[in-house]
Antibody, heavy 123, light 107 residues
Framework: QVQLVQSGAEVKKPGASVKVSCKAS????????INWVRQATGQGLEWMGW????????GYAQKFQGRVTMTRNTSISTAYMELSSLRSEDTAVYYC????????????????WGQGTLVTVSS | DIQMTQSPSSLSASVGDRVTITCRAS??????LNWYQQKPGKAPKLLIY???SLQSGVPSRFSGSGSGTDFTLTISSLQPEDFATYYC?????????FGQGTRLEIK
């Protein structure tokens, strides 16, 4: 069965960086995008960006450009999201999600999600 | 960026009720509209993709409709496990923006 298993909770100081991992199993890792979505406590879902694990191509939301880097290690079917220059507003649960492209009907959707990783930014 | 606006933001209903949640896009997104359900402390779960296609394993009481800018999610007969927060999302272009969410509560 398809699973995305994320790394554990992190506590970071303002200005630091955090790197969250997302290990995929149950499917061919390079065949589907990995997206990252975050959610501050009590707030809605915010899309951060996507990565094609086959090519390594990425696309980031303008809000995170210059601060976020999405990478992968195909030998261990793992995607990574690194966020730098952390501030208190980055405190949130970070999710990875598999992006599924379908042709009939034409669509793109997030069909499997990781369990989430809480990142707390505090001095 | 495409803005997604859901209404209502919250909704109280009873088991057995028929419920409709609407989602409006700031520009046409064809049928690139998805619906997710999220329960407290859990990751979102895909319910509907391409505006009206039911994800495998999702009960048939959930349905979606719409195209262009206006979309709806309907739950035909609410069950106790349906009380959650629902999000629409456009996947027409990046950033793949979400609506602000609709919290469905027990009346």
């Amino acid at each position: 069965q398809v699973q995305l298993v994320q790394s554990g909770a992190e506590v970071k100081k303002p200005g630091a960086s955090v790197k969250v991992s997302c290990k995929a199993s149950g499917y061919t890792f390079t065949s589907y995008d990995i997206n990252w979505v975050r959610q501050a406590t009590g707030q809605g879902l915010e899309w951060m960006g996507w990565m094609n694990p086959n090519s390594g191509n990425t696309g980031y939301a303008q809000k995170f450009q210059g601060r976020v880097t999405m990478t992968r290690n195909t030998s261990i079917s793992t995607a990574y999201m690194e966020l730098s220059s952390l501030r208190s507003e980055d405190t949130a649960v970070y999710y990875c999600a598999r992006g599924h492209t379908a042709m009939v009907p034409p669509s793109y959707y997030f069909d499997y999600w990781g369990q989430g990783t809480l990142v707390t930014v505090s001095s | 960026d495409i803005q997604m606006t859901q209404s209502p933001s919250s909704l109280s209903a009873s088991v057995g009720d028929r419920v409709t949640i609407t989602c409006r896009a700031s520009q046409s997104i064809s049928s690139y509209l998805n619906w997710y359900q999220q329960k407290p402390g859990k990751a979102p779960k895909l319910l509907i993709y391409a505006a009206s296609s039911l994800q495998s394993g999702v009960p048939s009481r959930f349905s979606g409709s719409g195209s262009g800018t206006d979309f709806t999610l309907t739950i035909s007969s609410l069950q106790p496990e349906d009380f959650a927060t629902y999000y629409c999302q456009q996947s027409y272009s990046t950033p793949h923006t979400f609506g602000q969410g609709t919290r469905l509560e027990i009346k």
